[in-house]
Structure formats: C-alpha cells, structure tokens
C-alpha cells in the first residue's frame, strides 16, 4: 500500500503543490509510492545541537537494524541545518555559544516552559517556519516520523496536518523535559524516567499514550564487562592506573578545562583522559600544557563506548545521553557541570541513584576522585548502582514500540542460533 492509500489526504501528496516546481512535485510523488512499494521508510528528526540527540536516533536506528534486519528503511534529517529558515539554519553552530553563559539559557528554559508559553512561541514563529516545515514533509514521505528533538514536535505536526503518518515523539531529556517536547497530537511520547512522564501529563498528554522506556544507547555501549586490560592495550592506555575519563558532551562543554587543570595539580596518582569533543580550541589549549600528570587528550572520537568501559571514572556534565552511556558501561560518575533547565534534573537522579556525585566545584572533582582512589568497596557501589539504574534494552524496547506503529507490524529478524529472538525485558 503506498502512502496515498494509507492516508488519502496526507502530505506530501495531498500538500497542495504551490510551493513546487512541476518537477519537484513529481519526483515527491515518485520517491514516496516507490519507496514505500517496497519497505516502510522511517524518518527520524533531529539536530545537532549537543550531541545526545544525533546519538538516540542512531541508537535507536541500530536496534531496529538489530531487531528487524532490513526490513525497513531509515533517514535522519536535520532539520534545523537542511530547512529552518534564514539565520536558524545556523542553531547547531550557535548552540555551544549559547549554552556558554548557563544562567541566561537556565532563565530562558524556565521562562520558556509551560504549556500556554509554548504555544504562544510557537504561534508566532509559525508564520516564518511554515514553508520550511511543508517542504520538509514533502520532501521526506514517512511510513512513521520520529522526533528526537523538542523543536520538531508541534512545528512538524503542524506542517503534517489531520491526515498524516504515525508520529512519535523520543524526548531525550532524561527527567527535566520541557514543554516543547510535548504535543497531543503525538501518537506515541517515549520518556526515559517517571519524572519525565510526570512533565509529559503535566502537559496535558494522555496518560496511555506516554511510555517510559529509558535512555536509548547504541549497543556498543551495552556489552557485558569486557576486558579492561585488553581494551587499554588497544586504546594505549596504561594497564594498572587509575583511570579518570573527563568529557563535557559532543562540543567540549562546561568548565572542563578548569576542572582538568585541578586535577593535574592535585598530585593524585591516576591518568587522564580528556575528551574535548568538537571544541577545537579547547583542544589545542590543553595540548599546549606542561602536564604533571600522564594525560591523554583526543577531540570528537567514536570511541567512547571502549573509553568508558576502559576507565574507572567518568567525569562529565549532566547530559542525558553520556549519563545513561556510563550507566550501561558501568562507570561511576563524577558531574562537574549542568546545564541549568533541562539538565537540572539529570542531577537530582544521578546522586538520587547513588551512581555518581555532584561535584560543581573542581576542587570537590579533586576530593571525589582521591575518596576513589583510597577506597575501591567504595566506587564498586557506585558501580553496582549504575549496573542496577542501566537500561540497556532501552534502545531495542524504543524499536518495536516503533515497529507497532507500521501496518503490517514486521516480523523481528530469527539470530543465528535460534528460531526467534529471545524477549527484551518491558520498560520499567
Ligand atoms: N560524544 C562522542 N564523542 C565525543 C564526545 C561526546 O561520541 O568525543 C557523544 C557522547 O558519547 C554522547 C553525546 O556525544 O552520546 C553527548 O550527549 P549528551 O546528551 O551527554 O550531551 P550533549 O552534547 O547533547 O549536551
């Protein structure tokens, strides 16, 4: 069945074609019956404004490669880089800029935040996105859209109107998710902790259609316990030291270098391991320093998911997607920053858990790291908690949620060994 049978009036075809060349709308109209012949295409939305939401829609990408093999085709777009309009086109480049002065994107969230506000905001922007958001629906035909991102939510739905697709909203705020997240019209909201569900009803969504599921995490980050030595013989690392791993999100964010410099000149016997992200200029700062301490320094690496099951410690600010990456790595967790708003709650979990300390200041990263050090029994509870909080099915539960959304359901692909695959726990 193409997507014209399925939703007669639904975009792009029912779209009204005064916004396209005759060819434009005909290659829409092309791409969209041929494709969807075939296999249901999904379209994930997303941005790189830090780097958590890039990191769910692939995760989630992943187990629905590992759950339904080729059943189904994937697309990720962002939408703020390939179609906001005018100078908005620019939000990934100015998002590490913005969140440089942590007060004012704190007042700016919370000011923000609430039902009516949000819609008051997104009414009076609508009138210069519309267009964007139109060509983007057209031009993306979709069996299932998915949001990883709070922007994408109503302005989507808006561009989508009454007859459209499944639509599924994947809010990647662990606990404090504002009200951009949320719209009634979502089929689906997936959330990863109660508290988050709690802002999602407080937002008027139907409580039987918010499940909480947890953060979705790439599988790499989700192995049992490896082996720690031979990971640090590959990464180079030494074999017997304590390893501290510091990073502050995919943009090097936060007081990270200030924090590093407290530790080097702690004269605490460990290495570090700093990860300055796509912060270019961090980088080339730290790697212009005299260190007392062994210290290895990369920028943006994929190596994440070996680098925290290599170290002993993670020290980071509270983003969601890092956070729940050590959790299934089982590293204990050391939080220098917030980013106050959305990542205020990710806090109050993290110490709440007890996988992890809130250290806001460097020389309490110093004091958290040497209590460490002395006393294994002591961050091996830390290690259990966060073995206990993970989630690591969150990404695969997240997959065939999705996959129920498609007519008809696809069948999970069979895994070498055995007839069907083996059952994912449910969401708690
Ligand atoms: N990350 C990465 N390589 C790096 C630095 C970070 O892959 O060099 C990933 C990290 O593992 C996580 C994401 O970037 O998946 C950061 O997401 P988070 O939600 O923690 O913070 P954000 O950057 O979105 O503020």
Redesign the pocket.
């Known amino acids: 069945m193409t997507p014209s049978e399925r939703y007669p009036n639904s975009l792009p075809l029912a779209l009204s074609n005064d916004l396209l060349s005759p060819s434009q709308a005909d290659s829409a109209r092309h791409d969209g019956a041929g494709r969807a012949a075939s296999k249901p295409h999904l379209l994930f939305l997303f941005s790189d404004t ?3 939401h890039r ?1 769910a829609a692939e995760a989630i990408i992943e187990a629905l490669r590992l759950e339904f093999g080729e059943a189904m085709t994937t697309e990720m777009v962002d939408f703020f880089k390939a179609y906001a309009p005018g100078p908005l086109r620019c939000m990934p480049e100015w998002y590490p800029h913005m969140v440089k002065i942590p007060w004012l994107w704190g007042l700016g969230f919370h000011l923000s935040n609430g039902r009516r506000r949000v819609r008051a905001i997104l009414g009076l922007f609508w009138p210069f996105v519309a267009r964007a958001a139109r060509r983007l629906v057209r031009s993306h035909p979709a069996e299932l859209i998915v949001t990883v991102h709070p922007f994408a939510t109503t302005v989507i739905l808006n561009a989508l109107g009454p007859q459209r697709p499944p639509f599924v909203t994947v809010v990647t705020d662990m606990v404090t998710a504002h009200a951009f997240w949320f719209d009634q019209r979502a089929d689906t909201t997936i959330v990863a902790t109660p508290t988050a569900r709690d802002y999602a009803l407080a937002n008027g969504l139907d409580p039987e259609r918010v499940v909480v599921v947890g953060q979705p995490v790439a599988a790499r980050y989700c192995a049992p316990p490896g082996d720690k030595r031979a990971l640090r013989a590959r990464l180079g690392w030494p074999q017997d030291a304590f390893i501290a791993v510091l ?1 502050g ?3 090097g ?1 936060g007081p990270l270098d200030r924090v590093a410099y407290a530790v080097d000149e702690s004269g605490l016997n460990l290495t570090l391991v700093i ?1 300055a ?1 796509r912060n270019e200029r961090l980088k080339a700062e730290l790697e212009a320093r005299a260190w007392r301490i062994p210290t290895f320094i ?1 920028g ?3 190596e ?1 998911p070996d680098f925290m099951r290599a170290a002993d410690v993670l020290i980071t600010k509270a ?4 956070i729940a ?1 050590a959790l299934n790595a089982g590293v204990p967790l050391i939080l220098y920053a917030h980013l106050p708003g959305q990542e205020d709650g990710n806090v109050t979990f993290v110490v709440g858990e007890g996988v992890g300390v809130w250290a806001p200041k460097p020389h309490m990263v110093v004091q958290t790291l040497a209590c460490w050090i002395a006393d294994e029994a002591e961050r091996r509870r830390y290690v259990e908690n966060a073995r206990r909080v993970a989630r690591p099915d969150a990404a695969r539960v997240i997959a065939r949620l999705l996959a129920a959304h498609l007519e008809p359901i696809p069948v999970p692909a069979a895994r070498p060994g055995q007839d069907q695959p083996s059952p994912v726990s449910a969401p708690g």
């Open positions: 830090g780097g958590g990191a990073v999100g995919g943009e964010m990860v992200g990369y943006f690496t994929r994440m983003g969601p997607g890092t990456e």
